[in-house]
């Protein structure tokens, strides 16, 4: 085997390394959205450093799922929160074995876990249309990705506070007010607990829902809100440390 060919995988590879159907990758390849080589007998070969760019660019796969619904690899998609809380687990451990995150990583997992679940408590039985959340974590980036195809923040705080007209209303509302501690309102104040880690540790934060974009800068409380270029429905963040 020549070394280009140990660079190629074939399409039942391929198709593991990603966690999706082989019938997946021969659409996506027809799309355009991951090409393959063909082999002088016609088979598809993939590039291995190709499959595992697409693996690493985790905030484009969850911005296309969630506006989208385009098909992602098993690995990242939580059809309910069970699933999220074992691959939380996971992450933790993978994250307690670095030790330069030995006082930061509980405080890492509790911000993942807090959105996350806010995504299922929120959406319980209201899905508009595919359940469960996009959840992808790149330790050697030091980068999580969160996402679902839920109501979004606006919906859910116009619950309690119809006065609400926009997502960038709703956004600063549901990162710097206590509403209550009642059900759905209390995604309000486990935003701002998220808010309150960010700010005090080195974390930062993208969040965004509908039209309205949210960063925290590392170890700040101020909040830069605006107009996203590319609005849907329900929620992504990303988290960095």
Request: overall charge neutral; hydrophobic content about 40%.
């Amino acid at each position: 085997m020549t070394r280009k060919e140990k660079n190629l995988a074939a399409i039942g590879e391929a198709a593991k390394i990603l966690g999706v159907s082989i019938d997946t990758l021969r659409r996506w390849d027809k799309s355009g959205k991951l090409h393959s080589t063909k082999s002088s007998g016609g088979h598809r070969l993939y590039d291995r450093q190709a499959l595992e760019m697409y693996l690493n660019d985790m905030l484009s796969m969850a911005k296309n799922w969630a506006l989208n619904a385009s098909e992602i690899p098993e690995q990242f998609y939580c059809p309910n929160s069970a699933v999220f809380q074992t691959r939380l687990i996971d992450m933790e451990q993978a994250l307690a074995v670095d030790a330069r995150l030995q006082t930061l990583f509980p405080l890492i997992v509790a911000v993942a876990g807090e959105i996350g679940n806010n995504s299922f408590d929120h959406n319980l039985g209201n899905w508009p249309d595919v359940p469960g959340i996009f959840f992808g974590y790149d330790i050697h980036k030091h980068i999580i990705v969160l996402a679902d195809r839920g109501q979004g923040i606006l919906a859910t705080l116009r619950r309690v506070r119809p006065d609400l007209a926009t997502d960038q209303e709703a956004l600063r509302v549901a990162f710097t007010e206590i509403i209550s501690g009642r059900a759905p309102e209390s995604r309000g104040n486990g935003l701002k607990f998220v808010r309150k880690v960010a700010a005090e540790n080195p974390l930062g934060l993208l969040f965004q829902t509908g039209d309205a974009e949210l960063q925290i800068a590392k170890e700040s409380y101020d909040l830069q809100i605006h107009r996203s270029s590319t609005p849907f429905r329900g929620c992504l963040a990303m988290i960095s440390f």
